[in-house]
Each structure stands twice: as C-alpha cells, then as structure tokens.
C-alpha cells in the first residue's frame, strides 16, 4: 500500500519534536534530481539541504533534500522522474526527503515527502505502485495510505483536509483509521489536531477553491517563450501535466453500498441525528454566564444570529477600524468585540466578549446611509459622542465600576459579510459618483466635495488592490492607495499609502507613488468587509482613519465600492 503518512501533533513540545526530527533526517549535501518543474509562476523557490535558495523556473531541476516554497502569489507545477505530477498551491512548502526508485543505487523504491504548511494536489507514479508501503508524505495531523491514486491535501490554521478523486486512500493516527474511496464510505476528510480522522459527505470548501489547477479555476497559462507542443514533447511517456489536471473531471462517484450496509448507515445516522437533538437541546437548557455588561436578551442575541459590521473610531488612525458584532440596546445598538477581530469566534455559540461598547445615553445614532440589497440591509451612521454624552467602553464582565469613556464620534456599519468560497476570477470595484456612498469625518471641520475610488479583487489569490481620492471643501486633499489579503470576506490591509496636501491638486503631474513632503508624518489603518447579492454582485464596505501629525489634521470614513462580475 502507498502510504502517505505524517505524524501527529500534540502540543509545542510534540510540534517541535517531529520538526526537529525532519531537520536531523536533512541530508548535507543536495541529492539527485528527482523530477523537473513544468510550469513556475510568481514567487516561487527551493532551498536545498545545506539550506541555500534558489529560484525555480521551468524546467529547472528538483532534487532530493530540496524544500520547495510558494509565495502567496506563486503556484508550482512538478513531474517526477516516475511520471508523478503534482501542483503545489500558493503559501505552501512541501520537503522532498526521499526519492528515488529500485536501481542499482538504491536497493529500495521510497518516496518520503513532508507537507509543512499550504496543500498540493498529485497523481502518483509508479513509485508504490507495487510496494504500498513505499510512499510516505507527513503532516503534523496524520497519516495517509495511498493506492496509485489522484488526490489532494491541504493544511489549514486547525485541520489537516484530504480529498480523493481517484483510487483509495486511508486516512490514520494514533487516535483511528478512515478508508476513503475504495473500501470506504466517503471521499473526504478531516483530521483536527489530536482527533481521529473523520469522514466528510461534502467536500470541504477550501478543496473546492484549491488554488491549483484542475479545481475549476482557469488554467495556468504556458510561457510565452516557447510553443506548448514542446511543453507536451517534455512530458512523453506520461500523462501530460495540464491533462492530468484538466479541470473537468467528473465528480468523483461515491462508492456502491449493499442492501445491509445502507440499511446499518442509515440505522446509525438516525442514531447520531437523535443524539445532536438530545445534545442541542441540553446545552440550549444551560444557562449563559452573567455578564454585567450585557442584558440576559442581549447575551441571547448573540448566541443566535448577532450583527456583523465594524466601527471607525474619527479620533484614531493605527488602531481605527474593529470589526464587531451588534445587539440591540436602549439608546440604539450595543457593540462586542473580540481580541481576534474575524467576525467568527460566536459561530459555535455564545462567547463573553473581550469588550462591549455602548454609546451615549441621551442621544440615539444618526443614521447617514441605507441601502437595500438583495436579501439585505447595508447601514451606516454616526454616533455623535460628545465631552457632555460620551460612549461608554466596558472591558470587564464582573462589574460595570472599570469603564472608560469615549468623548468623540464614531462611524458604525451593519452589513451581512459574503461568502467567497464559491466565486472565482477577478473583480473591478469602484466608488459611486453620486456622493452617496461615502460619508468622512474631518478634524478640521471640513467637508468632502468630491471623491473617486477603486478596487481589483483576486478572488483565485485573495488579494486586493486599491486607491482612494478624497478632495474636501478647503481645496486640501487626501489620497490613500492599499493592497492586502482577503480572509473569509475581510479585507486586512499589509501596505498601506497616504497622501495629504494643503492645496489644490495638479492631476496633470500626480502619479501613483508620489509622496508629500510630509508623508513620513502620516499614518493610518484601512479594513473593510465584503459583501455579496445576486443583482450588485461582489461589493466592498470599508472603513479608514488617517491623520497627518504635521499638518496636525486628520480624517475618517466609511465608504461602498460596488462593480463587475468574474472577469
């Protein structure tokens, strides 16, 4: 049996054990080549067993002891001496150990390979074929046996996923054994730190936007250098690279059940349906555990189907933008928020917040913005906290006595955040030109008279690029340019631009990269959320706060870019 095993993770110490473990079995000199690279895009790289780099391109050697890298926009595509192809997908490294076939040189097969972050997707060769115990890729989570087959694996932040298209494969660690494909009942699975490997009916949905080939995104295309005949006269005696991994396989065909076998799988569903009643129901008969910052109704809201949204704090810029759930209170919404700032840690029920904020007590929000989407309502406003009314910050869930107070406004949001994990390609946002989706606090007093704006979204790397003008009534004007990486709907910005004159803009000579002269005096923050109907399509709902300590002005917003379908 192929046998694509890891070991399992328990703790730092475990962690550390099996990375040590793979460093002592490197070897110190770089070993034969074992394959070459067909296709190389973006930042891609191998270091070698003395632990020197090198950049990979197409048809550059892979050698035993190489560690192979993917940037976050980089994808590797790989056919091993024995007519093995994989596709290593972005942010990945995968660490050939091992491999070689039975010759003269080596008196065994092995392939030993280990999977230290990211996922790859492979068709296996004829190293296994006959010796099942002759193939063998590590993870931190388990180990998994392989039959001459096609599949796919990926390490997320909590799980180890696997997906199995052709042939079988059996799934094991210490804590049990899963057969996939043939002499199983499933196709998918996952194995969480410390868990025994579970079975999935579904696939899950990171396999499903696997950013490598074959996963129904557009094929990566060839260099321009050279004709793809000559790419396919490479590749003789095999499967060509791009066939294997068309894209249009039929979904994989789940295996026949008898009569019995169904019989006992339905027995047992039934079975494990009425003990999912029986727990749901006890643990919605415990009570939560009081918080005196929230109301017994509120904390119920939140155990259900709270808010989602951010606020924009107009007296900060680094720290500007929280996401945060809402509840309904007595002077208008009451805001949670947690160390995390994902907008999921309440998907498995209710959590005592890190910090509740309530804002002022004589007066409600003013609402500036409502706009009906699809199936919902995007909102924002401002909450006008002032030195006579502030809002009031609440960190402790024992007493209300250690509260701070909040002496300035704030923007709020509600929006419902989208599901990415089914849209593909590239899409082209940009800023209304009405005015009337964007509304800007200025230090200064001053109004906004105009604005553009624009995004392009990468839904295959999920990364984002964008730009932002703002010209306010005083003839001064800010201009914030951004890229960063989307996770579930949320954009976090990693490099951010800004911009900010006193006088009147010459848009005849301003290029993108220019800077002021005071711009190593400026700083800021810009997040956001996107969201998703049938007829808008794919929309953005950001937030910012930026200021200029020489010009000591500052600004803040919120704003809606909305635009084209995949491209």
């Known amino acids: 049996m192929l046998t694509f095993a890891t070991c399992h993770r328990n703790g730092p110490a475990r962690s550390t054990r099996w990375l040590l473990s793979v460093v002592l ?212 005696g095999g499967l060509p690279l791009e066939s294997a991994f068309a894209g249009n396989e039929p979904p994989p065909t789940i295996p026949q059940l008898t009569a019995e076998q169904q019989a006992r799988l339905e027995a047992l569903l039934t079975e494990l349906d009425d003990e999912l009643n029986d727990l749901g129901e006890a643990a919605a008969s415990q009570p939560i555990a009081p918080d005196a910052r929230l109301t017994a109704e509120q904390q119920a809201a939140l155990a259900t189907k709270p808010g989602k949204g951010f606020i924009v704090l107009t007296d900060s810029d680094d720290d500007a933008v929280h996401f945060v759930y809402r509840v309904e209170g007595e002077n208008g919404p009451v805001f949670v928020n947690y160390d995390d700032e994902t907008l999921s840690e309440l998907d498995n029920g209710y959590v005592s917040p890190d910090r509740v904020y309530k804002g002022p007590t004589l007066t409600a929000p003013d609402s500036l913005v409502t706009l009906e989407r699809d199936d919902q309502t995007v909102e924002w406003g401002i909450w006008n906290a002032s030195a006579t009314d502030p809002a009031t910050l609440l960190e402790s869930s024992n007493s209300l006595a250690d509260a701070s107070l909040d002496t300035t406004p704030f923007f709020y949001v509600f929006a419902e955040p989208a599901d990415l994990t089914s849209l593909v390609g590239t899409r082209y946002l940009s800023l209304c030109s009405n005015m009337d989706c964007i509304s800007v606090s200025a230090s200064n007093g001053e109004t906004l008279s105009s604005a553009d704006g624009y995004m392009d979204v990468d839904l295959d790397n999920l990364t984002a690029t964008a730009g932002m003008n703002l010209y306010m009534s005083d003839s001064s004007w800010w201009s914030l340019y951004f890229s960063g990486n989307v996770k579930d709907s949320l954009l976090s910005t990693n490099d951010l631009f800004i911009d900010y004159d006193q006088q009147s803009r010459d848009e005849s000579s301003y290029n993108l990269g220019d800077e002021s002269q005071s711009f190593s005096d400026i700083s800021g923050e810009f997040q956001g959320l996107f969201i998703h109907g049938e007829n808008q399509g794919l929309e953005f709902i950001g937030g910012f706060g930026v200021s200029s300590n020489a010009a000591n002005e500052s600004i803040s917003g919120v704003f809606l870019m909305s635009g084209s379908e995949a491209n």
């Open 25 to 236: 079995l490197m070897p110190l000199t770089a070993l034969a080549s074992v394959g070459k690279v067909v296709i190389a895009q973006g930042d891609v790289y191998a270091v070698d067993a003395n632990n020197a780099q090198r950049t990979l391109s197409r048809r550059s050697d892979v050698n035993e002891g190489d560690t192979l890298v993917t940037g976050a926009n980089g994808s590797l595509q790989i056919r091993f001496n024995d007519n093995a192809v994989l596709a290593l997908s972005p942010e990945s490294r995968l660490r050939i150990s091992e491999y070689h076939e039975r010759d003269a040189g080596n008196s065994d097969e092995q392939v030993l390979m280990d999977l230290l972050a990211g996922g790859f997707r492979t068709i296996t060769g004829r190293i296994g074929s006959t010796d099942r115990d002759a193939y063998q890729v590590r993870t931190p989570n388990a180990s998994i046996g392989i039959r001459g087959t096609h599949y796919e694996a990926l390490l997320t932040d909590s799980s180890l996923l696997v997906g199995l298209y052709d042939g079988g494969i059996v799934v094991s660690n210490e804590n049990g054994r899963l057969n996939l494909g043939l002499g199983g009942n499933f196709l998918f699975a996952e194995v969480g730190s410390g868990t025994a490997p579970k079975g999935l009916l579904e696939p899950p949905a990171l396999l499903n936007q696997s950013r490598v080939p074959g996963t129904g995104q557009a094929p990566l295309s060839q260099p321009q250098d050279e004709p793809e005949s000559q790419i396919e006269e490479e590749d003789d």
